[in-house]
């Protein structure tokens, strides 16, 4: 199932070496309005992305010509800007946080339902900058309240020049806020990974003081990011893409 030529398609790489979850997933996928691409190793997937200006990657972790986890943060060092779900049967918390700390923007374990699949895969591309009304294609910063954001080197950039470092979490968060300009944005929605957990895990409290304590280096920077009580965060606007 699948209509190139039309735009509104996004576009889907799953990078599954085992041929039988590889059609798994596919088959899932292929019940939404996706062009589906499926590989079964690094090189496979270098050579797609040659190719294919891919919205999302379905990336697992053990593949026949390397790791994921390394291939998942090569690709954010060259500055990929799909979105990118880890699906891998390694399920230790410290493969989950790495890969999240590397670029992946979900993690899910196998086996999974289905259904949780279609879910995320859904969440994501909603929220991924590369869709329509977010961040566009041909943006290099994004400017909001005295600061402009680097999209290809992932860092502040203030009214005088100086830079500050983001992290990978902190970038995919920073993102999200500038996808949803004026919208109030739930943990759940932040943290996808933790909404099981949201409520008691303060890990995305934690990423969201980081984030502000470095807008706050700049004057004007204090109050970008703000609390709606019993809600979430919301950053106000406007912002604008140079």
Not at 83 to 101: C, H, P, Q
Not at 192 to 209: F, K, L
Request: charge should be negative; hydrophobic fraction near 40%.
């Amino acid at each position: 199932m699948s209509n190139s030529s039309d735009p509104s398609w996004r576009q889907v790489i799953v990078v599954e070496d085992d041929a039988d979850i590889r059609e798994l997933i596919t088959a899932q996928l292929n019940r939404e309005r996706l062009e589906i691409t499926a590989v079964g190793s690094v090189a496979d997937l270098r050579t797609a992305l040659e190719e294919i200006d891919a919205d999302l990657l379905i990336l697992d972790l053990n593949l026949p010509d390397g790791d994921g986890v390394e291939v998942c943060k090569a690709l954010r060092a060259e500055n990929y800007q799909g979105a990118i779900m880890i699906v891998t049967a390694r399920n230790s918390a410290l493969d989950r946080v790495l890969g999240l700390e590397l670029g992946a923007d979900d993690y899910l374990a196998k086996p999974f339902e289905p259904r949780e699949l279609l879910a995320r895969v859904r969440n994501l591309l909603r929220r991924s900058r590369v869709i329509d009304g977010g961040i566009p294609r041909t943006a290099r910063f994004v400017r909001f309240g005295p600061w402009r954001l680097d999209l290809n080197h992932r860092r502040l950039v203030a009214s005088n020049e100086r830079l500050v470092m983001l992290s990978s979490a902190e970038y995919r968060l920073l993102s999200q806020f500038i996808d949803a300009t004026n919208q109030v944005l739930s943990r759940e929605e932040l943290a996808p990974e933790r909404s099981a957990t949201v409520a008691y895990d303060r890990t995305i409290d934690i990423r969201v003081s980081r984030l502000r304590q470095k807008l706050a280096s700049e004057p004007g920077g204090e109050d970008l990011i703000l609390t709606v009580r019993n809600e979430g965060y919301i950053l106000p606007g406007p912002v604008a893409f140079e």
